[in-house]
């Protein structure tokens, strides 16, 4: 394979695993707004709880005040029913007394349902506390662990961008136009390598004088595929590795393989 050409086989692995890394950081935010908003949530469920207790608290201490209105209010007319002087006046303070002792005793019921709800209400806002409490604490671990990633990430994305700089010198600024232009059009990948003298990006089959041309040592031509029009390269038979290919977005059959040196 001409050097040139090897060069640029080298660049588009190097240019895929700085996609990778890139894809990698975008998704940080993310993360972290998918951690922070699990803790959100556990503290809006802490303080909604907290804000029933509080309710409960101030209808409690309502129905208290009713209940002790209630029972002066009926004490009031038990006094005055002692010196009344007609029966009318007595039997309508009976009927006084009557109600306010009813009104108390609905008072008493509904503060005893406050009392009960307000108990589960301090039982909630208690398993709620050790709930954000524990989610306070896998939040840390995972944010720890996020800022650790992103920070390998950022190292990572360093060393490749700088990896490119040295790949990049001595290729030919017209060869390199060109293998951008339509890395653009392939969401990245502008090589193809040819197998069973087939493109292997698109399959389809490479002109038999083209496919000599490739495998050709002392060839010095650029040939693109008729098809996907990316740039064709044929590995070395003894390549000790190749990559793992990379999916076309115009045939989900077909992969491009990329050879790392």
Known sequence: ????????????????RLEEQ???LASFPARIAEIDAKLGAARAKLNAAREALANGSKERKKFELDVEQWRERARKYRDQSHEVKTN???????????????????AEDRLLERMVS???????????????????????????????ERAEAEKNLAAIEAERKGVLEGIPENMLAEYQRIARRHHGIALAD???EACGACGVRIRP?????????????????????????????????????????????????????
Do not use: W
């Open 1 to 16: 394979m001409q050097a040139n050409l090897q060069r640029l086989v080298e660049l588009q692995g190097v240019d895929v």
């Open 22 to 24: 890139r894809r990698k």
């Open 88 to 106: 009318e006046a007595f039997k309508a303070l009976q009927h006084e007394i009557q109600h306010a002792e009813n009104e108390m005793t609905q």
């Open 118 to 148: 307000g108990e589960e209400y301090d039982r909630q806002v208690k398993a709620d506390e050790a709930e954000l409490k524990q989610a306070e604490g896998v939040a840390a671990t995972e944010r720890s662990a996020a800022e650790e």
């Open 194 to 196: 040819v197998r069973n």
């Open 209 to 261: 004088h083209v496919y000599q041309e490739l495998r050709r040592p002392g060839n010095e031509q650029l040939f693109t595929c008729e098809t996907c029009n990316r740039i064709l390269y044929a590995p070395e038979p003894t390549a000790p590795s190749l990559a793992a290919a990379q999916p076309d977005s115009e045939s989900s059959a077909t992969a491009v393989r990329i050879r790392h040196v």
